[in-house]
């Protein structure tokens, strides 16, 4: 008789404690349900109010110059102009950039062809390299060589700009200007390199 009030005693016990583990393990699940699980990129955002960019994911749009001779791609938040000079531009003001001041935040590319005029482009590039000299009021490291659309030019930095010179067809040249600034990290400078590594001449 004992001996069965122990058998009973523990099955009891044991049934007890399956129920208990399946009440325990049904409140995890409804907990886990009706949980909002926020995307990693949005939790970051919340914790540093941060606006992350997404240029990588960006639409893609072309300019293509076939007189010239030169392609290239640009994220299509990007602001695009053909100007009076006949360059072409992309922009885009950063949060701090005033209107009629010197540019300091943002994405700023500027290209244009230019006629060789007779001139080799490291001769061009040590004329302009002066000239950026006088401006900067400092001395300029000479020219180095650069692979840019498929072709060897030279390209120089004097303060926080980039100058690439590329030869294109028909005795001209191509002048792309890197100014973009990205003081509060909006994520311009890896913008400016997709458009410039985007670039093909034909």
Known sequence: MNKLKSI?????????GLVGYYIGNNNKIVKNENKVILPTAAIINEATKVIEPTTIKQELLSYENKEKGFLLKYPKSVVFKENEDKSISFEIWGPSQKEDTEFYDGLAISLKALPLKGKTILEIVNENIK??????GETIDQAEKAILGGVEGLTYKAGNHQYYYLPLKNNLYLELLNFTQDPSN???IKMAEIIINSLIIQ
């Open 8 to 16: 009973s005693l523990l099955i009891l016990i044991i049934l007890v």
């Open 131 to 136: 000239g950026s000299e006088e401006v900067w």
């Open 186 to 188: 909006q994520g311009y």
